[in-house]
């Protein structure tokens, strides 16, 4: 089986930053894409920001600019750096990864427990 764990999450005042960070194991063969999706109570999960294996990016409106993903493929891991933080980015940040476990052709997705982004004051 795939597992995916995130860290990072906390309390931050307006305007400061974080940087989660998520770490996938077990029998992978290989990671096609990771991203970051957030929800709030109430509303649907949102994608934050996504990266490919080769390194192409794909951001939210609300976050371009702000945020930053970045991937290690060798340590199958993902993050997340988060600048000039608003109110509006509380949310639980989840971590999804495709993940081809017997066949090059076929992937899977996973989704992490989620880590909790508070920014307040």
């Known amino acids: 089986q795939v597992q995916l764990v995130e860290s990072g999450g906390g309390l931050v005042q307006p305007g400061g930053s974080l940087r989660l960070s998520c770490a996938a194991s077990?029998?992978?063969?290989?990671?096609?894409?990771m991203a970051w999706y957030r929800q709030v109570p109430g509303k649907q999960r949102e994608l934050v920001a996504q990266i490919g294996s080769g390194g192409r990016t794909v951001y939210s409106n609300s976050v371009q600019d702000r945020f930053t993903i970045s991937r290690d493929n060798p340590k199958n891991t993902t993050s997340l750096q988060m600048n000039s933080l608003k109110p509006d980015d509380t949310a639980v940040y989840y971590c999804?990864?495709?993940?081809?476990?017997?066949?090059?052709?076929?992937?899977?997705?996973?989704w992490g427990p989620g880590t909790q982004v508070t920014v307040s004051s």
């Open positions: 077990g029998n992978i063969l290989s990671l096609k894409i």
């Open positions: 999804y990864a495709e993940v081809a476990l017997h066949s090059w052709s076929i992937y899977y997705g996973y």
